[in-house]
């Protein structure tokens, strides 16, 4: 074998760099191998970059809360500027069962710590100005939730990894995982040999065929989304929205209006598209306008730049997998973030590095048992 380190990261993506910064930082040696040119340009560069802690599954809530204070306190802690905005998410509801479901949630979400409340429909028309009141019946607003920049946070988590001492190396593909009697001894690669105790899987779509080379089915399937981001207006909205009503061929939509005024909007197509294909298509650029002109008609005029499209590593119940596994000592995954990585990452780099570094307080514990790759699948996470 080749060179020796504490932990090897395959993917350097939005899991992989914070874990990477995370582990250098509390002293490992760490390496991070991705097929890509560099930092990013996986699905990280397809994030939207909005960064909430409103869900449902405790262990999430905790990690996005974590996250959130990474986000929020970076360019005080490291100096740079990631376009950190703290504009709050709000989910909106125009039907009963929608309002039922999102006060039913509240009870878990408050329970976890989410500064999280139910607001009426006058509150919801002060925060997103325009928006259709008729038969608008309020929603919930958490104002701590934000967004970032994707582009310039995985930059920065990057080059703050480099600076704690962590390696990486681009343009290589990792081959194979080695073990001897299941216990991990490194990775081969197109063009090398590295010795490791610890290898991390963080590859996003790709993370079944890297638990295949341990022997792992790992449930994740990946499907595609698309995005599109508009001309800069005046900004009038600060939180990020999103509407759970269905639509002709759409489950729900979701939009925020970023600090340079552009709006970047985005939907979860009904049905799904499973596989891996990343090219955009003609039809979702007419659906995502008909929603936004449809929730708030003064943007009708709104003229859009460009759209795109990436993938959202599912898995059945809406949870990311990560932890150690039975069957292969030294083997962590940190996969199945179902398009959510970006607001996982941070948060997740430092529960990463306690994992390893057998650093676990009882909390870790507790979330790491929700999101075992040995849990019930059968309990969906009901703001997935």
């Known amino acids: 074998m080749g060179s020796k380190y504490d932990v090897i990261i395959i993917g350097a993506g939005s899991v992989g760099v914070p874990s990477a910064m995370a582990l250098a930082r509390d002293g490992a040696k760490v390496l991070v191998i991705d097929d890509t040119p560099s930092a990013g340009q996986g699905q990280n560069k397809k994030a939207i970059g909005g960064i909430r802690a409103t869900h449902t599954a405790p262990s999430k809530i905790h990690l996005c809360l974590d996250s959130i204070k990474i986000f929020s306190t970076w360019e005080e802690k490291y100096g740079d500027d990631i376009e950190w905005f703290q504009g709050g998410y709000t989910f909106v509801a125009y039907n009963e069962p929608h309002e039922q479901l999102m006060k039913d949630n509240l009870v878990v979400q408050k329970k976890a710590g989410l500064n999280i409340n139910w607001v009426n429909d006058e509150k919801i028309e002060e925060l997103v100005p325009g928006i259709v009141a008729r038969e608008l019946r309020g929603g919930t607003y958490s104002p701590e939730d934000g967004n970032a920049s994707p582009l310039k946070s995985i930059y920065a988590f990057y080059r703050q990894s480099k600076v704690e001492g962590t390696e990486y190396r681009f343009k290589e593909k990792v081959t194979s995982i080695v073990t001897e009697n299941d216990v991990v001894k490194g990775v081969k690669t197109d063009k090398g040999k590295y010795e490791a105790d610890t290898i991390i899987n963080a590859t996003g779509a790709g993370a079944k065929a890297v638990g295949n080379m341990v022997g792992l089915d ?167």
């Open 218 to 384: 790992l449930p994740v399937y990946p499907d595609s989304h698309e995005s599109g981001i508009s001309e800069p207006v005046k900004k009038f909205i600060d939180p990020l929205v999103v509407d759970l009503r269905p639509g002709t061929g759409t489950k729900n939509f979701y939009f925020y209006q970023n600090q340079e005024g552009k709006f970047i909007l985005c939907l979860t197509p009904e049905p799904i598209i499973p596989g891996t294909n990343e090219m955009e298509t003609s039809v979702f650029l007419p659906q995502v306008a008909a929603r936004i002109v449809k929730l708030i008609p003064r943007t009708k005029h709104l003229k859009m730049r460009r759209t795109w499209r990436g993938l959202y590593p599912m898995t059945p119940d809406g949870n990311p997998i990560v932890g150690k596994v039975n069957e292969i000592e030294g083997y962590v995954n940190a996969v199945g973030m179902c398009g959510q990585g970006f607001m996982l990452g941070p948060g997740l780099s430092e529960l990463i590095s306690r994992l390893v570094l057998n650093k676990l307080t009882e909390k870790d514990e507790q979330t790491l048992n929700e999101i075992s790759l040995y849990r019930d699948f059968g309990k969906v996470e009901k703001l997935k």
